[in-house]
DNA sequence: GACAATAAGTTCAGCAAGTGAACAAATCAA
DNA sequence: TTGATTTGTTCACTTGCTGAACTTATTGTC
């Protein structure tokens, strides 16, 4: 177990970069005479190594960084089937991947797990020794201690001690995390918001995802719900969603609806890509889609912004192209909605990702554990 | 200036009221050691003192609670003319109240303030002594150190220094605060959320404003924006708003929307009152009105419930009335569109104010950097 | 009414994490 | 070569906390 100090130093190189101990006791607001003992402690335990010596008048100082091969992380998607599984180090680099059944029994998948782990670890021993956590994405509400799944709909669970059921299976110190707050903490602390300590992410997939990070901590919510703009009213008397109510973000603007409103106009589209090819060539249909979809979209991150005045929207998107039409309707609805004298105030950066996106979240999500801790330190 | 400990025991206390050394060190992660010498060196300040004395098995525990007289605060509000200024203990409650007249010159306002103070404290001439403070309510956007007023279309003001200005002039610390944000910081601190962590006060008025708590923190945002619902796009191509877009709630649900709009149709009603009772009698403009106000804002709430989960929505009204048609569509409108599975899961209070609300929230500024300081302790 | 049982709060020696000042080390600039 | 400059370490000392033993004030029981 690492102290509040310690901790507070991996905190602050994972948001900054390789630092020096000056540097780092000044950020940290310590003495010198501390900082040398902290990071002698903390390279001990080989989690933290000198990398660059920085030349400048005076004596040069050498540069401290994580050390990627500190510590390894499992991460693993119960969000598709076959799961992905992803072995990550301690930079949040891939290692190894590897494909495991899905099940929506906590029992079976904990054994699948165990079953999958040695083929992961095979190609790295060294991985195996320093193995210091195993992260788990999934669809559904998550609690506090990210241990219990309190419900989901898509795996039919209704507070499930997964976490408990799998770290008994496999002997590893194991967190669970909702999908797209995983995505957040991958990007916090490996990603594009490393520095950034206010910000949202909006996952663009099949469904709409959201979590927010506030104040440098992932805000959960008070019933773990916070972030879940699938279901706002977005288009007041729309239609029907599968969640009861009417004109929910989910019916217009993920990449599900979209489909199922090409189909249902009768356009022979299977993917978005294909729908702005079609926009791109005059389709009227298409064209009135994509604006649909899009105004949605860019309304709702424009309440975002007006409501929580995020220093960064990050939205990431698996199948879907931003460049086109799609991405410039969300863009433009986006600064129409929002207070004139706030447009373009807040960036909003779109990012490609591959379909690791969740196993790599979840691995972050054990990373975070082990670096920076649960505890509001 | 207090250390860490003894803020984190003030901030307890103000959360959960009176408790005992032990009960204190427990919640507090302490041992009863250190519990014993923090509590001696507040008492010794003044400003926590024994209360009550509870009798159990074993010897009885005594009460340790905020001694009302520990320290006095001021707080002015900047919305009226005249400027409502009261003078607060530390419990929040109101010992004087005064008039003084409003500026938009930041000198000119020090200078005002200076000369009505006397008068304020006059009652009291102990409370001269204990002054700890000076609060500013405005609307408007401040900065994090609550220092400079960073925008006010109200005052006219870009980054006025108005903290160190009132400060040279009276020799008193002071901080200025949004509107919003003050009477946020008012009910975490002495009103009815304080205990809840994450809540969201939406004050419903001539306009209508919002602040958030997340984490048991005024959450700013990263440009002060938090909160800032009144232009967010409620009701897409509707009226033109003064800010430039058009159907931002500050068009339908604020009193002065709710007038305009009566007046605009014709309705002789110079207040909600008027309106509520128009409309009990069956006047169909007027509950046309009341819907479309009382829809637009539940909508919004809604949002809020939606992408930030929180624990409470306090919503307070000055001239409102809200056990009439009005309050009614507000609650159903929230419940209507936030996930069927979260409704009623987040408590909905609406609290009738007095027009000292804007000025105790400023004192309550001041009273929070007395007690629980500026920093993320 | 005496006396155990119980729990609150205090005292005190000791420990862990920090500080400030002095110092050693490594470089650049003159 | 020497001085200036800045990094990082060492060391004596302070501070805030802990654990254990103790004192204190009460209730319950015989």
Known sequence: M???????????????????????????????????????????????????TVYGQGRPSILLD?????????????????????????????????????????????GLIADALPKLLARRPDAADKLSGLGVA???????????????????????????????KTG?????????????????????????????????????????FIGGKLYRGNHGGAGEIAHCTIEPNGSPCRCGKRGCLDTVASIKAIKEMSKAEGLACTSLTELEEEA?????VAIRILHRA????????????????????????????????FGTVVQQAIEANVLPRYAGQTPIRT????????????????AHNFLIGPNPN
Chains 1, 2 share one sequence.
């Open 2 to 52: 690492l102290t509040s100090s310690q901790r507070q130093l991996l905190r602050v190189i994972s948001e900054s970069g390789p630092l020096s101990r000056t540097v780092l006791a000044a950020s940290m607001g310590l003495s010198k005479a501390a900082m040398s003992g902290i990071a002698r402690d903390l390279i001990t335990l080989g989690v933290l190594h000198e990398t660059e």
């Open 66 to 110: 994580l050390h990627p091969e500190g510590a390894f992380f499992v991460g693993i998607s119960l969000l598709e089937d076959p799961a992905p599984m992803v072995l990550s180090d301690l930079n949040g680099k891939i290692i190894a991947r590897e494909n495991m059944p899905l099940s929506r029994d906590p029992e079976v998948i904990a």
């Open 138 to 168: 999934l669809s559904g509400f998550v609690d506090e201690k990210q241990a219990n799944c309190v419900q989901s709909t898509l795996l039919g669970w209704q507070d499930v001690p997964l976490a408990k059921i799998i770290r008994q």
């Open 172 to 212: 590893i110190e194991t967190f669970i995390e909702n999908d797209a707050k995983a995505v957040a903490v991958s990007e916090k602390l490996f990603g594009s918001a490393r520095d950034i300590q206010n910000f949202s992410v909006v996952s663009f997939g099949d469904g709409v995802g959201c979590a927010h």
């Open 280 to 284: 791109s060539v005059g389709n009227a």
């Open 294 to 325: 899009g105004g949605a979209l860019g309304l709702a991150i424009a309440h975002l912004i007006q409501f929580n005045d995020p220093g960064m929207i990050l939205i990431t998107h698996v199948e879907g192209n931003f460049d086109g039409l």
């Open 351 to 366: 990012q490609r990702v591959d379909s690791d996106i969740w196993a790599r979240g979840a691995a972050s999500i054990a």
